[in-house]
Every structure is written in structure tokens, then in C-alpha cells.
């Protein structure tokens, strides 16, 4: 149930809330978890948090960066408690769970940050959607679990009810992974850095705005091999 769907911890602080996230994955029928340098696992709390889900625990995949992480999936939604500046697409819960379960064909990666300081504005950018559940303005920070647990539980509920929602007709859509993705970006980048549209000054910010724009693009795999093409095909004029 759910194989399209991959959770993924980054930098996480402490070892029982990965174990608290794999059972609130575990009793809502997700098993796919991936860890991004996490402080400390294997972890004897992670298992005890974990109660009878351990198994998540056993096959969950270890990376050393968010990027190794995600490049073979398709989309990627980040979970964040803070507003951002950066202008990534943004979708409440219910318009998130609709698009994951309208889309079934496609691959997700649903990303929580770092338990105090979340995701960072570089981590963000890999990222397709950005989602920040409500909360009280008095104490808007929720525990990682609680958050992992909210998404697992609409995700399921959302799901009880399939047959009456109407699936896209565009299933057959090949979108791009975030790897390919990645690929071309560093590619725009570089040639752009050597025709001096992009210099040191106004790098970070450009990155920045050629990661939102192309995200928003949700690029097809053609789509992408169309436009490394024209790269390759600029680059090799610029070499002549």
C-alpha cells in the first residue's frame, strides 16, 4: 500500500522520533522511509519508539544528502512550520493529499526537516511543493511525528474513499526524477556562468528563481532530454 510514497527525515536530532514517525507510518499503511544524515540510527529508542513497526526501521534507506535522497522520484513535497520567501507552489493538506491521490502513477517524496531548525532555504529548493499545516498562533511548532502522523493519517483516510474520486486522465505522464532535473539545472547554470548572464553577485539569487521556475514547469522526461539537447547544442557553439 502506498509504494509510490517515500518518507524522507532529514537531519533528524533524535533517534526516538524516528522511531515515532515509522509507527505512525507503520499503522497507516506507508513503508518507505528514508533517513538523510540523521544524528544518531541504529538506534535502540528508535525501536522501542517504534513499538510493532520496527521492520520500517529495518529497511529504511540511510543517505548522506537530501539530493541522494530523492533523484528517483518524480515530485517533492517538503513539510515546513515556516513561512518562506522563497516562492515555491504552495498547497494546503487536502490539496496535497488530492494530488497525491488523483496521481497515483507518480512518485513522492513527502519531506520533513530538522526537529528545531526545519529545512534549509537550499534543501527547499529541490522541492516541488511546500505544505505547512495550521496551527494555533500561540505554539505553532508541531513534534516531527505529529506532523508525519497528520500526513499519514489524511493520506489513509483520503484513500478509504478512491472510488468516488476521479483519478487525472494524464496518468501516462512521465515526469522527470528530481535527479534528471538536477542534471539540467547544473548544466542551465554552468553555461549561463560562462556567458556571464549569471556572476557571483546575483548567483545565489538566480539559482534560487531557475530552480522555482522549472519546478513549477513539472518537466516530462522528453521534456528534459528535449532541453539538455539545446544545452548541449549552445555549449557546443560556445566551445567553437
Given amino acids: 500500500m502506498f509504494d509510490n510514497i517515500n518518507i524522507v527525515l532529514v537531519n533528524t536530532s533524535h533517534p526516538g522520533n524516528i ?3 515509522a ?3 507503520g499503522v497507516m499503511g506507508l513503508s518507505n522511509l528514508s533517513l538523510v544524515n540523521p544524528k544518531e540510527y541504529p538506534s535502540e529508542v528508535a525501536e522501542a519508539m517504534a513499538v510493532g513497526c520496527t521492520t520500517i526501521l529495518n529497511d529504511a534507506r540511510v543517505f548522506q544528502n537530501l539530493p541522494e535522497a530523492l533523484e528517483n522520484k518524480m515530485i517533492n513535497i517538503a513539510f515546513s512550520a515556516r ?6 507552489p504552495s498547497l494546503d493538506i487536502d490539496e496535497c493529499i488530492n494530488m497525491i491521490t488523483t496521481n497515483p502513477t507518480h512518485t513522492y517524496n513527502i519531506i520533513f526537516g530538522n526537529e528545531k531548525s526545519g529545512l534549509s532555504n537550499d ?3 529541490l522541492c516541488d511543493h511546500l505544505v505547512t499545516l495550521p496551527t494555533s498562533r500561540f505554539y505553532s511548532s508541531l513534534n516531527l511525528s505529529a506532523a508525519v502522523q497528520i500526513f499519514s493519517y489524511e493520506l489513509f483516510r483520503n484513500s478509504l474513499n478512491i472510488d468516488n474520486k476521479e483519478v487525472a486522465t494524464n496518468t501516462h505522464i512521465e515526469l522527470a526524477s528530481t535527479k534528471d532535473r538536477e542534471f539540467f539545472y547544473l548544466k542551465l547554470i554552468a553555461i549561463l556562468e560562462a556567458t556571464g548572464y549569471i556572476h557571483e553577485k546575483s548567483k545565489q539569487s538566480l539559482i534560487k528563481k531557475i530552480h522555482i521556475i522549472f519546478n513549477k514547469a513539472r518537466l516530462e522526461t522528453h521534456e528534459v532530454s528535449i532541453l539538455n539537447g539545446i544545452l548541449a547544442s549552445i555549449e557546443k557553439k560556445i566551445n567553437t
Fill in 23 to 25: 509507527r505512525a507510518m
Fill in 123 to 125: 534543501e527547499l529548493l
Fill in 83 to 88: 513561512p518562506r520567501r522563497e516562492a515555491i
Fill in 19 to 21: 522511531g515515532s514517525s
